[in-house]
Structures are given as structure tokens and as C-alpha cells.
């Protein structure tokens, strides 16, 4: 892992711990998180990646993971396009990937 990767992983956790204590201790009301928060911690990650490696398979899959648990999580029942959806981006990663 390259350093400005580590410290930007650093900070983003750095920040999620600082506002789970926050909201423990009262001062941020416990409706802060929508249902499906954590799949931010797929998204991000993600869209860092293709933004500095430009687009990998890993990178798409993990985008496409973290968006389909954010929908379903939403309330949108993806459940039967799962694993086409995870085929169809990993042959868009691998057609795109640099040789």
C-alpha cells in the first residue's frame, strides 16, 4: 500500500471512530446513519481506486457490491441480479483493464 493511500485509509477511519464516539457520547443524534451507511466503506474505497488506478476489475466489483447492498439496504430487492451484475462488471474490468 502506498503512503498517500495509508494515510487517506487513516484518516477515513480516523473520522468514522471520532463520530461512532461522538454519537455514543450524545452529541450526534442517532439518526445520523441511513440504513445502509457502511456500504459507504465499499463505494469510497472503490471510487479512490479507480480515481488513482484507473478502472480494475477489483475496483469494479467492490463499486458494484457496495452499490447493490446500498440499494438493497434501501429497500430495493436486487437479490435475483447479484451475480449477473458481478459477471457483467467483471468482464467490463477485464475488457478495460491496461495491459
Same mark, same amino acid.
Given at each position: 500500500m502506498n503512503k498517500n493511500n495509508r494515510y =487517506? /485509509?487513516?484518516? @477515513?477511519?480516523?473520522?468514522?471512530? +471520532? +463520530? =461512532? &464516539? /461522538?454519537?455514543? /457520547?450524545?452529541? @450526534? $443524534?442517532?439518526t445520523i446513519f441511513f440504513e445502509? *451507511? *457502511?456500504? &459507504?466503506? &465499499? @463505494? @469510497? $474505497?472503490a471510487i479512490f481506486s479507480?480515481?488513482?488506478q484507473g478502472v480494475t476489475t477489483g475496483n469494479t466489483v467492490l463499486l458494484v &457490491?457496495? +452499490?447493490f447492498f446500498?440499494?438493497?439496504a434501501r429497500g430495493w430487492n436486487l437479490s435475483?441480479?447479484?451475480? $449477473? +451484475?458481478l459477471l457483467i462488471a467483471l468482464g467490463v474490468g477485464i475488457l478495460l483493464k491496461r495491459r
Open positions: =487517506f /485509509l487513516g484518516v @477515513i477511519i480516523l473520522i468514522f471512530g +471520532v +463520530v =461512532f &464516539l /461522538l454519537q455514543r /457520547l450524545g452529541y @450526534i $443524534p442517532d445502509g *451507511w *457502511w456500504t &459507504l466503506l &465499499l @463505494i @469510497i $474505497p479507480m480515481s488513482k &457490491l457496495g +452499490v446500498l440499494l438493497d435475483g441480479y447479484l451475480v $449477473p +451484475v
